[in-house]
C-alpha cells in the first residue's frame, strides 16, 4: 500500500443541511477538491423553499443540528423555518462552506465514463469527479393534485413549498386549503388566526401527538451560551425521546406502540368536543402508519367559526372555487394546495448515467433500491444520501446524514489508499438487503392500512423497519464483503469546469 494518499475529487450535488454537512466532513478528513452544485441561489434546501406561515421542524431543536456545532440560541422547542434557515447559513458562514459552493448550477446529466463522472448543468458547464454524492434531498418536488378544473381558478393559488407572501390573507378573505397533513397542521391554524374564513377539503384524517411546544426565555439563551452542559443535555434527551419512544413506536415495539396509540386517542377524545367534528377527525387506520404529526395548534383551530372541515370528496375546481361531490360550490378567494411532495424522485428529473448508458429511469423501472440506501450498482463511486430506506419515522434527517457521512468518507479513504479505483455493490448484496428490510416491515405501523408518502408503487414502505440504534451499529463499517472493487488504468484526477 502506498503511504501517499491520493486526492480524489468530489462533486456534491445540492446545497441544503446534507450538503453542507458533506463539504465540512470531507476537508476533515484532507479531501479538499470539493464543488457543490446548488439549483438555486442561496443554501439551505428545504427551509429555504418552505416558507409558509407556522413552518416549523417537528424535532426538538437541539436535535436538529449537527453534532458538533450545537445552537445554545434556538428561541423554541421545536424550532421555527425561518430559525432553521438562519442556523444553516451561520454554519456555512463560519466553515467557509460557501468557496465550494456553485449557485444557479441546475444538473442536468451526470454520466460515468472512463473511470469519472462527467456532470454538465444548466449553463453549459461540465464538472469532473472521482466521487458524486447526491445530496439532493428527499421532499423537494411539489406535488400537484390531478383535479378535474385546477388551472380554471380565478382567485390566488399556490402551493405551501411556493407560498405567496405577496397574497393578503385577512379578515374576510375566503381561503380553501386542500391537505390535512404535517404541513397544513402548521398553516391551517395560522390562516385560522388570521380572521380569513376558511375551508380545509379533508382526504384522510390524520393522527396527532401533542407535544408542547414552548419559547425560550432570553435568560435561558445566556444560561445555555454561558453552560454548554445544558444543550447537550437537551440534545441527548431529546434523542433518547425519539429513540425509544417515536421510533421504536413505528417500528413494532408493543409498549411504545400502545402508548403512542393512546396518546394520539385521547388528544384527539380531549381536544375535540363535538362528536361529529370528531368522527370526522378520526382516521381509520392503526396510529403510526402515516408520519405521526406532532402538533397543538390544530384542534383548537380548526373548531373556531370561520373554520370549516370539509370532507366530501371534490368533484372539480372551477373559475370561482372548489365543486364537492355533493354539488356545493365552495366560493374562494385563496386557494392553497398542502398536497405534498413527489417522495421517491431522489435526483431525478437529472439524467443519471451509469456504466453501459445505463439511465436511471431504467435501473428503477422495476423498483427503486439502493445498497444500505446510499449505493446502486453500475454507478461507480456514487452515492445518494437520505435514499430509500433511510430511518425516516419521525427522527432527525442530520443525524441519518452524519452517519452516511461518516460511512462515505471510510469508503472513499479506502480509494484514497489506492485499494480499488472503482467501487459499487453487488447485485447479490442488494438483493439480501432489500429482503432484510422487507422482512423487518412486516411488523411495523406503516402497513397498517393507509395510504402514504411512505409507499413505493407496490405498497411496500420505503423505510428502515428496525431501530436506530440498530441502523447506526450496522452502518459502522462498510461491509467490504458486499461491495465490487476494481482497479482501472489511466485515471485522471482533475475536477475542473470546461
Not at 105 to 110: L, M, P
Not at 141 to 168: S, Y
Not at 203 to 214: A, E, S, V
Not at 472 to 483: G, H, K, R, S, T
Request: a positive charge; proline letters at 5%.
Amino acid at each position: 500500500m502506498s503511504s501517499i494518499l491520493r486526492s480524489p475529487s468530489v462533486v456534491i450535488i445540492g446545497a441544503g443541511m446534507t450538503g453542507i454537512l458533506m463539504v465540512i466532513k470531507l476537508r476533515k478528513a484532507g479531501i479538499t477538491d470539493i464543488t457543490v452544485l446548488e439549483k438555486k441561489d442561496k443554501i439551505g434546501g428545504t427551509w429555504r423553499e418552505n416558507t409558509y406561515p407556522g413552518v416549523a421542524c417537528d424535532v426538538p431543536a437541539h436535535m436538529y443540528t449537527y453534532s458538533f456545532e450545537p445552537n445554545p440560541n434556538w428561541s423554541n422547542f421545536f424550532a421555527r423555518g425561518g430559525e432553521i434557515q438562519q442556523y444553516f447559513e451561520h454554519v456555512v458562514e463560519k466553515y467557509d462552506v460557501k468557496r465550494s459552493i456553485r449557485f444557479n448550477e441546475t444538473v442536468t446529466d451526470a454520466r460515468y465514463k472512463e473511470g469519472q463522472w462527467i456532470i454538465e448543468t444548466e449553463k453549459n458547464k461540465t464538472y469532473l469527479a472521482d466521487f458524486m454524492v447526491c445530496a439532493t434531498g428527499i421532499l423537494h418536488h411539489p406535488a400537484f393534485p390531478d383535479i378535474e378544473g385546477l388551472n380554471d381558478f380565478k382567485g390566488e393559488m399556490f402551493h405551501t413549498a411556493q407560498w405567496n407572501h405577496d397574497v393578503d390573507i385577512n379578515q374576510g378573505k375566503r381561503v380553501g386549503v386542500i391537505g390535512t397533513g404535517s404541513t397544513a397542521a402548521q398553516a391551517i391554524p395560522e390562516l385560522i388566526n388570521s380572521g380569513a374564513d376558511v375551508s380545509v377539503f379533508q382526504r384522510t384524517p390524520q393522527w396527532l401527538m401533542p407535544m408542547r411546544d414552548f419559547s425560550v426565555s432570553e435568560k435561558m439563551k445566556k444560561r445555555m451560551n454561558k453552560y454548554p452542559s445544558l444543550v447537550k443535555l437537551m440534545r441527548k434527551s431529546s434523542i433518547f425521546t425519539m429513540e425509544h419512544f417515536f421510533t421504536k413506536a413505528v417500528t413494532g415495539h408493543f409498549f411504545q406502540k400502545k402508548l403512542l396509540e393512546s396518546l394520539c386517542k385521547m388528544n384527539l377524545r380531549l381536544s375535540i368536543k363535538d362528536r361529529s367534528l370528531r368522527d370526522k377527525l378520526t382516521p381509520n387506520y392503526q396510529v403510526g402508519c402515516k408520519r405521526v404529526i406532532i402538533n397543538k395548534t390544530f384542534y383548537k383551530a380548526i373548531q373556531k367559526p370561520n373554520a370549516h372541515l370539509i370532507t366530501e370528496g371534490i368533484e372539480r375546481i372551477t373559475d370561482k372555487g372548489i365543486i364537492t361531490q355533493d354539488g356545493k360550490l365552495h366560493e374562494l378567494d385563496v386557494l392553497v394546495l398542502s398536497t405534498g411532495f413527489h417522495p421517491f424522485n431522489f435526483m431525478r428529473p437529472m439524467n443519471l448515467i451509469g456504466r453501459e448508458e445505463l439511465h436511471i429511469e431504467e435501473a428503477w423501472s422495476d423498483k427503486i433500491k439502493a445498497y444500505r440506501s446510499m449505493l446502486l450498482p453500475n454507478y461507480p463511486n456514487f452515492f445518494l444520501m437520505l435514499g430509500p430506506n433511510t430511518p425516516i419515522g419521525n427522527f432527525s434527517v442530520i443525524a441519518m446524514s452524519e452517519v452516511q457521512g461518516d460511512y462515505i468518507i471510510k469508503i472513499i479513504d479506502k480509494w484514497r489508499e489506492n485499494e480499488f479505483d472503482e467501487v459499487e455493490p453487488k447485485p447479490s448484496a442488494i438483493e439480501a438487503f432489500n429482503d432484510y428490510v422487507k422482512k423487518g416491515l412486516k411488523g411495523t405501523s406503516w402497513v397498517g392500512g393507509c395510504q402514504s408518502w411512505y409507499l413505493d408503487k407496490d405498497g411496500d414502505p420505503v423505510l428502515w423497519p428496525y431501530t436506530w440504534g440498530r441502523w447506526v451499529d450496522e452502518m459502522a463499517e462498510p461491509q467490504m464483503n458486499d461491495l465490487i472493487t476494481s482497479k482501472i488504468d489511466a485515471k485522471k484526477h482533475d475536477n475542473k469546469a470546461a
